[in-house]
């Protein structure tokens, strides 16, 4: 099977049900069947074939949806990029992919064909869907080879493990040239039936507005959309939450007290999940059950976790196919068969997971392992901090030692340093505490230590 036999329960079997909302028009599924029919059309005249390759740089629209579907029915390697990205990074992406072509705004209106029916491909789970390339956070960024398997498979465990179905109404606000609006976002939307709004991005001045106005029951957000939501006042807050069903966070831990106030003022648990590019979701807690404060729950169904020397080692149908032309950094990612995410992580006694940072953050202090995320964690209870960073720099004496990043509206070091000290290990204090105006952050809100000043 492949991606088009889950898409067709919606495509084919929904054809007259209106799919997605966009910029205050209405698409019916079988609207997206025949755009996407054109553009595939559009590009096999083109010459594109099976296993070419297609780099898209578009922000959110509905013609980023019709050339993501028009791919899928060609078997052609759909490429999204970053839109943030400038001429250095896309040039990286464009040079390693290699594709027969860059679709950017300028070029849509060359993807025109009159042919509604759908072309004929011979594609199976293994057929490759996308390459999505890596943030580069340790150099330069990597293409995830993820292939119609991959993304079914997590489309199916999402939609079981979070009950999503046709009756749901879904906001979607993230970026599509990401996995967690493309692989979680799409995916769930096509293979459920449900209906969908899509915005051009999340903006918190017009957030209330649209949630109001569309009134939906599913949202997926990143920690970053949570901060801003806490600004609404609290009728409108329980308004919403009267309305919706789930909240999903995740892309960057979510705070403690994020969860908790965002508790307090929705009436609603945000359900907290753990996913990369290379493995899709891969941990989420329950929909039925406790979702716990700073874990990221269980593994999700078919997927197989564990840990080694504290790294969290991840097996199943949902782990990637390897990077792109890159055989010794694939070889290298994977210990006789289980993906090494490079996360750092620990499993409670009844099996929540908790993630610790990244292996690459591990700070080495005399010998003793420092988790940047628990110094992170404390910091942003003190009041007027508003974010924070932990990051180590070289000591001649203990090899490595804690700095803090703060972001804060007010500032005091010595009270910042009393504060850790009264609940951490001495060798885990900062030993400066320095005042940014803000933290690197990549689009989806993950912090970007490596470009904090040492």
Known sequence: MNLLHLFDLSLVARANDVALEWEGAEFTFGDIERRSNRVAHALRERGFTKGDR???????????????????????????????????????????????????????AELVSDRDDRPVEDLDGDTPAAIIYTSGTTGASKGAVLTHNNFAANAVNLLTMWQITDRDRFLLALPLFHIHALGNGLHCWLASGCRMRLLERFDHRTALDEFRDFRPTLFFGVPTIYVRLLDTPAEIAREIGERMRLFVSGSAPLPVHVFERFRELFNHTILERYGMTETFMTLSNPLIGERRAGTVGFPLPGISVRIDDSELLVRGPNVFAGYWRRPDATAAAFTDGWFRTGDLATRSADGYYTLLGRKSDLIISGGFNIYPREIEELLLEQPGVAESAVVGIADEVRGEVPIAFIVASSFDADALERSCRENLASFKVPRRFVQVDSIPRTALGKVQKHFLPR
């Open 54 to 108: 297609l780099c898209v740089y578009l922000g959110n629209r509905i013609e980023l949806i019709d050339i993501y579907l028009a791919c899928v029915k060609l078997g052609v390697i759909f490429v999204p990029i970053n839109i943030l990205y400038r001429d250095r990074e896309i040039a990286h992406i464009t040079n390693d992919a290699e594709p027969r072509l860059t679709i950017t705004d300028a070029g849509l």
